[in-house]
């Protein structure tokens, strides 16, 4: 299959849709001119695609007459209402939807047997190829729509699968913790000023290390305890550092952000 002729359709253009189609621009992985996209607001709507090269639809029913693959982008309230409305030109169309906590189970309800969807939780480092999409394994694309979806976003973001009880823990694992990533290198940016660094040097060396020490884990297949304590020299500065990060309950600090953030999600 020649994924470059893909033809993608956003049903919403905000931060998150517009975050893929950045991705899917800067890998080159379809021409902007394959690209369409609707929202409410036309004048925005015209702004962002202009600025991109890709099309501007007048509503979701011109963006699912027109694509290959439909990307719904509209908040998880709105998806009910948007999909309903452009039922018709979505049947038979692979549906890609990023809408947090509407699952596979939910699209049924809204728009019943017969049509061909997938719920997924992506991530905004999608706009530069480096996203995770946390995908639900339980979807109804055929064999080719999920080649198709694979194919073209794979390009941009590495695709994980899991169980529809997982579906939501994923999206907090891929989706919220690139905030606490952001909160960790300004933290850690924080100490290296105080101690008499610049913060345009301490804001080129973090994201640095934390780039090279993700792909190291990943790449030797190593257990990030075995690289930490390849780091601790016995007696050195390492360990003290790490002693002092654990007086304050820093693995403990993360453990309760997730449990907070899944425990929020339960009282929805
Ligand atoms: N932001 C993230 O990091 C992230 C991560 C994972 C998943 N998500 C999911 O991505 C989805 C979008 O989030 P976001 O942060 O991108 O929200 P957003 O910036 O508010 O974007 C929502 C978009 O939907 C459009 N819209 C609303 N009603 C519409 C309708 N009836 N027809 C067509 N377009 C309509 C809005 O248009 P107007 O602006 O013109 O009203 C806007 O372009 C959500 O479901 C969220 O759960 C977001």
Do not use: W
């Not at 018709?88 to 947090?100: N, Q, Y």
């Not at 596979?104 to 997938?118: D, K, N, P, Q």
């Not at 301490?202 to 030797?220: D, L, N």
Request: net charge negative; charged share 20%.
């Amino acid at each position: 299959m020649d994924f470059s002729k893909a033809r993608i359709g956003f049903i919403g253009f905000g931060s998150m849709a517009s975050a893929i189609c950045d991705g899917l621009l800067l890998k080159k992985v379809v021409d902007p001119s394959s690209i369409y996209a609707c929202a409410r607001n036309m004048d925005r709507l015209r702004e962002r695609c202009e600025q991109r090269g890709i099309n501007a639809c007048s509503n979701a029913e011109e963006v699912a007459k027109a694509s290959d693959i439909v990307v719904i982008g509209v908040l998880p309230q709105q998806v009910e209402a948007v999909v309903k409305a452009a039922a018709d030109a979505l049947k038979g169309k692979p549906i890609f939807s990023i809408a947090a906590s509407i699952d596979y189970t939910r699209y049924v309800s809204y728009l019943g047997e017969g049509y061909h969807h997938i719920s997924t939780i992506p991530n905004t480092p999608i706009a530069i190829g480096e996203g995770i999409i946390v995908a639900e394994s339980t979807h109804s694309l055929t064999p080719e729509q999920l080649e198709l979806f694979e194919g073209v976003f794979g390009q941009i973001a590495r695709i994980e699968y899991f169980s529809p009880e997982l579906l939501s823990l994923g999206g907090t694992g891929a989706g919220c913790a690139p905030a606490f990533v952001d909160v960790f290198i300004e933290a850690m940016a924080d100490g290296l000023v105080k101690n008499g660094m610049t913060r345009a040097q301490a804001y080129k060396i973090v994201p640095q290390m934390m780039i090279g020490t993700a792909k190291y884990m990943m790449e030797s297949g190593k257990h990030p305890g075995e690289l930490k304590d390849a780091i601790c020299t016995p007696g050195g500065t390492t360990i003290v550092g790490i002693s002092a990060l654990e007086e304050t309950g820093f693995r403990n600090s993360l453990i309760h952000a997730i449990d907070k953030i899944i425990e929020k999600k339960h009282s929805m």
